[in-house]
């Protein structure tokens, strides 16, 4: 992938929202597109409330209730785990590492299959499993880290989950390899303006959104999404 994939997919979701952009030569934002800060997803964002969360989820078409009370419970659940990772992004974490949560070593991959995990149950229907929203709460809750999927999107990246036991390795899996989309954008931007992985990072997110406001994370959501879920030709085409 190259960076200007991330800000072409930024034109099309802006066309699927409505929003007015105008787009330089390449498909790209011509400038920053302006944020609705009181939209579901970047209200929860901003608050990380429960019942926010929940708005978010059901706003994406979910098809059954969203428990804001079951999400509370797990966030307070999770606590250690959430705070351990709050740093960490998805372009620059070692997947394959070790975190101490509190105070005790624990694999990552371990950590992060727990946390999908304990997400899966946020539906009001009782014993229901939900692997999208599963990812949108761990995104909202750790923008940085987590990239939301849905169906569309886990079979593009060849990560079908066929029972809810396989779930978390799933999701992990899918990492890895969203992972790799990740780093081959941002070498792309610092091969073209010779700069540092960080500085990459930044100066993406800022070129495409006011304040940088949406993270790696979330433009990597939003290629995946316009080009597999909606597929939009213009991320087909080279």
Known sequence: MHYKDLGRAASVDADFSDKIVSADETGCPAKPIAIDYDAPYEKALKTKDPKDIAKFLKSWRTRTGISSTKIERYIKIKSQELRTLRNLDIVSVDLESSVHVGGRPRVLRDVVIDLFNTFLDVSEQLGRRDYTASSKTLHVLLPKLFVMWDDCIRCAYRCKVRRPKEAGTKYFTFLKR??????????????????????????????LYEGGFYSFARLLDQYNFQKYTVGDDRLWTK
């Open 178 to 207: 969203v992972q790799r989309e990740a780093k081959e954008a941002v070498e792309s931007y610092c091969k073209e303006h010779n700069c540092t992985v960080n500085e990459a990072v930044q100066e993406i997110e800022r070129s």
